[in-house]
């Protein structure tokens, strides 16, 4: 095992499926030598592999996104970085109406093999157009995966297999988790799309968490522990689609859920997990399925505002504590 951070851990992944395949090429808004993406993951790739390879685009995140789609379809492989997540806005007729539909438009005949690598998520008083979580578009989309990697062991293992499908994946990173750090083996791996993870064994209660809020509740879990509480802690890591088997047997086990995530509570991936257990584990269930979600409000600047409106490890630990 090496210990690397988790920018330094899809920087890994790029390199290396870039050195054993000609036709990937990287593309987005100030990813060459000048500043080498906004949270360093191609740093030193365009000196490696030239501008050819990885090249700086205009501001346009939907020519970002357009130059992908058609380059896929002529035999290239494409990862575009859209540097802050909440700007794919600009771009959703090119993921949502071109890069998803092609395979089934055509038969199976014109596959888009290209990942969408979108930075999100608040914590820096980046203000309402930069801190948003909007994972939730892009799973009512069908034909497009979409993987949201917490550690960067998850985040290399995906970014690998995100690069080798032969369709479009969106991968949503946390800006807060670049700096975070893990172990990663040294030798090269991959994670299945669609598996989960259970990140903490427990016998209570399960957290199904996503992203940096795996990180908060393996905080409430190891807290809750000293008072007798066993939190297991289940992390989908691909939430489009999702382990629907792995969510199931964990509520058989412990009879009761809560559901945290980041972005807005109001049509959140949270309603689609606690359907996920509606239907297969209801009867299992000792308690109401709970939801511990970012208030229904658009991002603050002032920093104060912003830590109210987004769940942690205080309240994770009051959500438990209401069905336990």
């Known amino acids: 095992m090496v210990v690397m951070k988790y920018n330094e851990a899809l920087n890994r992944a790029l390199r290396e499926e870039m050195i054993k395949d000609p036709d990937l090429v990287l593309i987005g808004e100030d990813i060459g030598k000048n500043w080498q993406g906004a949270f360093k993951v191609t740093q030193g790739l365009q000196e490696e592999f030239g501008p050819e390879r990885v090249r700086d685009t205009p501001i346009s995140e939907s020519a970002i996104i357009g130059c992908a789609v058609g380059a896929a379809l002529s035999g290239m492989k494409v990862v575009a970085e859209i540097m802050f997540g909440d700007l794919s806005a600009l771009a959703m007729d090119q993921i949502c109406n071109q890069a998803a539909k092609q ?71 946390h800006k807060f988790l670049y700096n975070t750090t893990g172990e990663v083996p040294e030798e090269e791996f991959t994670i299945p ?59 058989k086990k412990t009879g009761r859920a809560v559901i945290v995530h980041e972005a807005c509570r109001t049509g959140g991936i949270s309603g689609e997990i606690t359907k996920i257990i509606m239907e297969g584990a209801f009867d299992y269930l000792d308690a109401p399925v709970k939801t511990v979600a970012g208030q229904d409000v658009p991002i603050p600047f002032n920093p104060e505002m912003e830590k109210w409106i987004i769940p942690n490890k205080e309240k994770i630990i009051e959500g438990i504590k209401t069905i336990i």
């Open 193 to 251: 799309i669609g598996k989960a993870e259970i990140k903490r064994e427990g016998s209570d209660i399960t957290v199904i968490a996503t992203s940096i809020m795996v990180l908060h509740a393996l905080e409430a879990a190891n807290e809750l522990q000293k008072s007798g509480i066993s939190v297991e802690v289940l992390d989908p890591r691909t939430i489009s689609p999702f382990d629907k088997e792995m969510i199931v047997n964990s509520i």
């Open 103 to 173: 395979f089934y438009m055509f038969g199976g005949k014109g596959s888009v093999p290209i990942v969408v690598r979108l930075p999100f998520g608040s914590g820096g008083s980046y203000a309402t157009h930069h801190s948003q979580s909007l994972e939730a578009w892009f799973i009512h989309i069908p034909g497009l995966k979409v993987i949201q990697p917490s550690t960067p062991h998850d985040a290399y293992g995906l970014m690998k297999s995100a690069i080798k499908d032969p369709n479009p994946v969106i991968s949503c990173e």
